[in-house]
């Protein structure tokens, strides 16, 4: 009779430890959907070989349309890393070198894409310090004269005809202001320059190349970029509640066009923290440090108050906003996605999951699933 009463109550132990988990991380996905602005959330973690899903609020307002993880977001920049990933394996296959001129790869000359003889090499088009624009073409006086509300439909307007060679004739006009290699800063226009080199020396669309590295070996089946999309999308939201444009632009995919699900990213999460891919493993170095930040290639790389190595990257779009953040020593990782994008979503997000992770790494040893 004892043996009974106590396998009752280790039972019960094991089984409170389970809810009292859950019931954690349903509080804090509940505190964020009650966000006026807030409209739905998705939550995956991989923790040490297993993953969660969690999802709050719904897919579209006006319907109670709950989140699933096969509910698909745009990820925006989180997209970047995909690129970087196949910028690592380049490398790896010898068909460019890290310290590659960019100009090796583009048809015209370029004197302008150097500062005082100090060239941007492919090294700084992944770590964010090319000195590149954010956008070509570069015309912020347009901007200066839309209202705010109106910024990204003029965007999406001027984008959706822009073509490559637009592109390329534009990057002509550009001028550095500093010498490559030193100050990491977010440049759409690198990523876009970057996945052109690499479709040159593969000899195939960006698209491609995504799905026979990454989306296809990892059977990610719901993740392609947003032009190619054929199943529902949730809607995505500004802070006003309005309904947002997808981020449809042909010639900017490589800058945050795919679209994914909490199911796929748990498998790209699982692919990352699985440092033994060599490819995985050269895009997590450190390539150029600041007080203010430390990059890989694309990846955030930063360290915990507790000493534990940490990769991570936002994503954002005009509807959606997006977090991914590994520890590949812990084996843990966490996506968050979310269908409405503000100032301060991003934020958000970062604090939810830095609550979620923390109580993930006090409770490791007692949780059961």
């Known amino acids: 009779m004892k ?28 505190e964020f959907i009650k966000s006026p602005e807030a409209v739905g959330l998705s939550i995956g973690v991989f923790n040490n070989g297993k993953e969660e899903h969690y999802n709050f609020g719904t897919t579209k307002r006006g319907i109670n349309l709950s989140p699933t993880p096969t509910t698909l977001y745009e990820i925006g920049s989180i997209t970047k ?52 624009p954010n956008w070509l073409p570069d015309k912020p006086e347009v901007f200066a004269k839309v209202a705010p509300d109106s910024i990204p439909y003029v965007l999406l307007k001027i984008q959706e005809s822009y073509t490559q060679k637009d592109f390329l004739r534009d990057l002509h006009s550009v001028q550095l202001n500093a010498a490559p290699g030193t100050n990491p800063r977010h ?18 669309p960006i698209e491609k190349l995504v799905e026979q590295y990454i989306t296809q070996p990892l059977e990610m089946d719901y993740t392609t970029f947003i032009t190619n999309q054929t199943r529902p999308m949730a809607s995505g939201y500004d802070a006003k509640g309005r309904l947002m444009p997808y981020i449809t632009m042909q010639n900017s995919q490589a800058v945050g066009g795919l679209t994914s699900t909490t199911s796929d990213m748990i498998k ?23 007080p203010q930040d430390v990059v890989g290639l694309n990846w955030h790389v930063t360290k915990t108050a ?64």
Not at 3 to 30: E, K, N, P, S, W
Request: net charge neutral; proline share 1%.
């Open 306 to 369: 507790t000493g534990d190595r940490q990769l991570w990257h936002t994503g954002g779009t005009f509807g959606f906003s997006s977090y991914i953040v590994f520890y590949p020593d812990q084996k843990l990782g966490v996506i968050l996605m979310a269908n409405e994008s503000d100032g301060t979503t991003q934020n958000k997000l970062v604090k939810l999951s830095r609550q979620l992770i923390e109580h993930l790494k006090t409770n490791k040893s007692l949780y059961v699933k």
């Open 3 to 30: 043996v009974i009463i106590l396998c009752l109550l280790l039972l019960l132990i094991r089984v409170g430890t389970a809810f009292t988990q859950d019931d954690y991380i349903q509080r804090l996905g509940t």
């Open 81 to 132: 890393t995909f690129i970087s990933t196949l910028l690592a394996n380049a490398v790896l296959e010898k068909r460019l070198s890290l310290n590659d001129d960019i100009r090796k790869y583009l048809a015209d000359q370029y004197p302008n894409l150097a500062y005082q003889g100090q060239a941007i090499k492919v090294i700084h088009l992944a770590n964010l310090t090319s000195e590149l």
């Open 187 to 204: 440049s759409n226009v690198a990523a876009q320059l970057l996945a052109l080199i690499l479709e040159q020396v593969y000899r195939q």
């Open 268 to 290: 790209y999460l699982e692919f990352q923290i699985n440092e033994s891919n060599e490819a995985v493993k050269l895009s997590h170095q450190k390539t150029v440090e600041t």
